[in-house]
């Protein structure tokens, strides 16, 4: 496997159990601790960050076999890595859309962002990120062990 993807994939499993260890706080105990709700923040972006640079990755290497345009934005790499990986769902390529701009409020507009915001979004993207993990090994396993 290819040693960058490698490393991506060893990062966002490194703060995808950091996040599942934020999200077992209460809601009431997680908006109680702005240590707790600046971590979860940081490693939500470090997360989305992780999947933006395996699918990058992805997308450049599949460039040698196919004439994919470069992507013009975060949203754009998965929906270019949905159309590489034939049984990904356009709903989750939707949810993958959805992480890449929660990410640029992150970094952008983190004050806009509040507390109750963050916690829902971990809530209900906590297990895309092994979704995404699974089909990305999946994939690898079709297009370069095969």
Do not use: T
């Amino acid at each position: 496997m290819d040693e960058k993807l490698k490393e991506q994939l060893k990062l966002l499993e490194k703060y995808r159990l950091w996040l599942e260890e934020i999200a077992a706080h209460s809601r009431e105990d997680y908006l109680r601790d702005g240590l707790l709700q600046g971590a979860a923040e940081r490693y939500l972006q470090m997360s989305i960050e992780s999947c933006i640079n395996i699918g990058n990755r992805i997308i450049s290497l599949a460039q040698f076999d196919k004439k994919i345009p470069a992507p013009e934005s975060y949203a754009d790499v998965f929906r270019k890595l949905g159309n590489l990986i034939e049984d990904m769902s356009s709903q989750f390529i939707n949810n993958l859309v959805s992480m890449a701009r929660f990410r640029n409020r992150l970094v952008h507009l983190y004050w806009e962002v509040e507390p109750e915001e963050a916690y829902d979004f971990l809530k209900l993207h906590i297990g895309d990120f092994i979704k995404f993990r699974d089909y990305i090994v999946s994939y690898l396993k079709d297009k370069f062990i095969a």
